[in-house]
């Protein structure tokens, strides 16, 4: 958890969410907030670089809850209502952790994530 906070510290849109160190924790989600205006990718294409790497990311809280069924059906326009939700179920993922993800694995994966950061824009082009 501290690896990855302090590697991608350094990529601007990107924000691990943290944990209150007061507590007992075990780190067991690595989950990242990705702004794609800032950081020149978004969600979907990282998690699409990452798993071309085969680098097991996944999109987190998505779909949302009111997404699925019985609420889909019993609120269809609950979406109107939840636009933070909306916003989040497109913007987090959560990245690998675990005791098969070593300091070089991690090291590996931020610095796959710093270089999609970097040429969002070109790889976008090349996928489309």
């Known amino acids: 958890y501290q690896q990855y906070r302090q590697e991608l510290s350094v990529i601007p849109g990107l924000t691990v969410t943290t944990y209150n ?3 007992a924790c075990n780190y067991q989600y690595i989950i990242v907030e990705i702004d794609p205006a800032a950081a020149g990718i978004d969600r979907d294409l990282l998690v699409r670089v990452l798993h071309a790497e085969n680098v097991l990311a996944r999109r987190y809280f998505y779909p949302g809850c009111h997404q699925m069924e019985p609420y889909r059906s019993l609120f269809p326009h609950a ?3 939840l636009t ?3 916003n989040l179920t497109q913007r987090v ?3 690998p952790n675990g005791t ?3 300091a070089d694995a991690i090291q ?3 610095a796959l994530i710093r270089l999609a950061a970097t040429h969002g ?3 976008r082009r090349a996928l489309e």
């Open 79 to 81: 979406g109107l209502l």
């Open 93 to 95: 993922v959560s990245l």
């Open 21 to 23: 160190e007061s507590e």
């Open 108 to 110: 590996g994966i931020c």
């Open 121 to 123: 824009a070109a790889i």
């Open 84 to 86: 933070r939700t909306e």
């Open 100 to 102: 098969a993800v070593d």
